[in-house]
């Protein structure tokens, strides 16, 4: 089994910065695709940046220049910089993975649990 644990959420300024973090434990041969997303009340989870395994990177437009995804292969961990924070960007955060368990197997994706992000003053 695969667990992805979330951490770096809270509560920061208009302006202010968060790192969220997430890393995958478990039975883990590779990991292609790492992503954050994020689902405001009553909308749909969104794309909020996505890199490959070989660090190709892609973002939504909206965080573009704001946003920086990253990750730690060696450590199973992908972050996501988020400097000059709007209230706009207030809602809850999740990673997923695209993991493969062996060799030979077929890659699955996990989702970590989500953690809240809130912009205010």
């Known amino acids: 089994q695969v667990q992805l644990v979330e951490s770096g959420g809270g509560l920061v300024q208009p302006g202010g910065s968060l790192r969220l973090s997430c890393s995958a434990s478990?039975?883990?041969?590779?990991?292609?695709?790492m992503g954050w997303y994020r689902q405001a009340p009553g909308n749909e989870r969104e794309l909020v940046a996505s890199?490959?395994?070989?660090?190709?990177?892609n973002y939504v437009e909206s965080v573009k220049g704001r946003f920086t995804i990253s990750r730690d292969n060696a450590k199973n961990t992908v972050y996501l910089q988020m400097n000059s924070l709007k209230t706009e960007d207030t809602t809850v955060y999740y990673c997923?993975?695209?993991?493969?368990?062996?060799?030979?197997?077929?890659?699955?994706?996990?989702w970590g649990q989500g953690t809240q992000v809130t912009v205010s003053s």
């Open positions: 997923k993975m695209n993991i493969k368990g062996g060799a030979s197997e077929y890659a699955v994706d996990y």
């Open positions: 478990g039975r883990i041969f590779s990991i292609n695709r």
């Open positions: 890199i490959t395994r070989g660090g190709l990177t």
